[in-house]
């Protein structure tokens, strides 16, 4: 049984409308001195196997498919 982890972000140049409230909205609370904030998802997946070759081909097709929009979007996937 193998865990992985999927990062996606926006690729840089991608405008990024809810990172930039967020932004806004941790100065409002006081934390002063972040710039450039960038928002993402991250999912956790258990995968029924041992074969750590075969899971990362499946989870890049997993990006490639759904978890990502690839066009606007980079992805980053760490198994364990």
């Known amino acids: 049984m193998l ?3 999927v990062i996606v972000t926006l690729k840089n140049g991608v405008l990024d ?31 029924d196997t041992e074969d750590r070759a075969a899971a990362e081909t499946q989870l890049k097709a997993m990006c490639e498919k759904l978890l990502a929009n690839t066009v606007i979007e980079d992805y980053i996937i760490n198994v364990t």
């Open 3 to 5: 865990k992985a982890r």
């Open 17 to 47: 409308p809810q990172g930039k409230a967020i932004e806004g909205a941790l100065g409002g609370l006081g934390f002063e001195g972040v710039d450039h904030v960038r928002q993402g998802k991250v999912f956790d997946l258990q995968l």
